[in-house]
């Protein structure tokens, strides 16, 4: 078994209060006086940075999983805040042993490109935007002193079989490793039954991966180089196991991963969905279990920064199957924003794509109560996207909500989107008729 998805595509799960076309005057003044903007389609990413700098620890997300102009003003930032504000590690929403291959490659320990594209571990990342980024962290090391390299991290752990290829090889123990393996393979089933109300194989699983742990924690069987890397590997191992057997598992583990490997006051710059950088509830999973961003914030408090995104028309791309069940990436498109959601009224203030600081908003009453308001919102996940969905986001009351200032410290709103570019163009289903 590769990965198990449970994250939700569809957002009409709300009812929510129609809002005018366009903000309130004093929020479209607001925005007007304070948000970075662009009507080219080019943000100024220096001065994003700026402001997010002010955290150690950034969390940018994204509206969907496949629009060039997400990934691509995602990349500018992450690349000033490494040449200004000394940001050295950038973590992925990836399998954290498989994005090994990514690191691998930024560092110049190997030129095979397509490789570290694997190390992205999920087709919905096997984009020109991300090999981009690669490229781009490469260059930077290439050129920069020891001490201001790059590493690149992963942070999920939805690839059982990769944690336990990277314990075989750091464990010189047969046995223990096959113990690991088979833990792996029971999974599925594990959570199959977990899923039909039947606890009893995944309680079974939990007592053996304890016993497990604690065994691979007391081996001998592994260099003393790698006793950091190997406890690494067990919490990730733990987090593939135990990720599904509540709403926000998979989140609080993401968190947990992600922490495990910064140093107190590193400087780190996560990209993941807003589904995840959020620092608030999984209201779209109808649970109040906190998003990753919501476990950093508990963490860090305001050493965490999370933006947040939105997009008002135009493409983005998710994968799916084709006619003969081939995975590929099918291309959608949103026509316009629905009258009344939070994209809207971002679009009616002409203002372009925009960034807007939300944890220095104004304390003027309307700015506050806007901030501070649920709004529809239109976002989807990596797959599993309906054919009809511009026709399934047209009522604002229906969406999602937004509450910007509780869920974001900062929010981007891009006007126009597109599709981002797979890497095998082959890849792109034909649009059906």
């Keep these: 078994m590769r990965t198990i998805r449970l994250m939700p595509v569809a957002l009409l799960l709300h009812t929510l209060p129609a809002f005018a076309q366009g903000p309130p005057a004093p929020v479209a003044s607001w925005l007007k006086e304070r948000a970075v903007t662009s009507t080219t389609s080019e943000l100024a990413a220096s001065r994003i940075a700026a402001v997010v700098a002010s955290s150690p620890v950034v969390g940018l997300g994204e509206a969907t999983h496949g629009q060039h102009e997400a990934f691509d003003l995602k990349r500018r930032v992450t690349m000033a805040l490494i040449r200004v504000h000394g940001f050295r590690t950038v973590a992925y929403e990836a399998s954290a042993s ?27 990342w096997d984009v020109e935007e991300n090999a981009a980024l690669l490229d781009d962290l490469r260059a930077w090391n290439m050129s920069a002193a020891p001490a201001d390299r790059v590493r690149f991290i992963g942070f999920d752990a939805q690839d059982g079989g990769a944690v336990a290829d990277r314990i075989k090889e750091l464990v010189s123990d047969s046995a223990l490793v096959g113990r690991v393996r088979s833990a792996v393979e029971r999974v599925e089933a594990a959570i199959h039954q977990l899923f039909q109300g039947d606890r009893t194989a995944h309680t079974a699983l939990l007592s053996d991966l304890a016993e497990l742990e604690r065994d691979l924690s007391a081996t001998k069987a592994v260099k003393p180089q790698d006793l950091d890397e190997l406890r690494l590997r067990v919490l990730e191992l733990r987090a593939f196991v135990t990720m599904y057997a509540s709403p926000g598992g998979r989140d609080q583990l993401m968190a947990d991963l992600l922490l495990a490997q910064l140093d107190p006051g590193e400087r780190c710059v996560a990209w993941a969905h807003n589904g995840h950088v959020k620092r608030s509830a999984l209201d779209y999973l109808r649970s109040e279990e906190l998003a990753m961003g919501g476990h950093l914030a508990n963490t860090l408090k305001q050493d ?59 304390a003027d009453s309307t700015v506050q109560a806007w901030s501070h308001s649920g709004h529809g919102h239109r976002w989807w996940g990596g797959y599993q996207v309906p054919d009809d969905c511009d026709e399934r986001t047209r009522d604002a009351s229906q969406l999602m909500p937004m509450v910007p200032a509780n869920d974001f410290d900062g929010l981007v709103f891009l006007l126009r989107t597109t599709a981002a570019e797979p890497m095998d163009r082959s890849r792109i289903i034909a649009p059906q008729h």
Excluded at 314 to 332: C, E, I, L, M, V
Excluded at 340 to 356: H, I, M, N
């Design 304 to 362: 965490y920064y999370a933006v947040g995104f939105a997009f008002g028309s135009g493409g983005f791309q998710a994968n799916a199957p084709d006619s003969t069940g081939r995975w590929g990436f099918r291309r959608y498109t949103h026509r316009a924003p629905a009258t009344g959601s939070l994209e809207a009224e971002l679009a009616a203030t002409g203002l372009g794509d925009l960034f807007v600081d939300l944890r220095s908003a104004p």
């Design 98 to 124: 498989m994005a090994r291959a990514c690191n691998d490659y930024i560092q110049g320990h190997t030129q095979d490109r397509d490789a570290a594209m694997d190390g992205f571990g999920m087709l919905i």
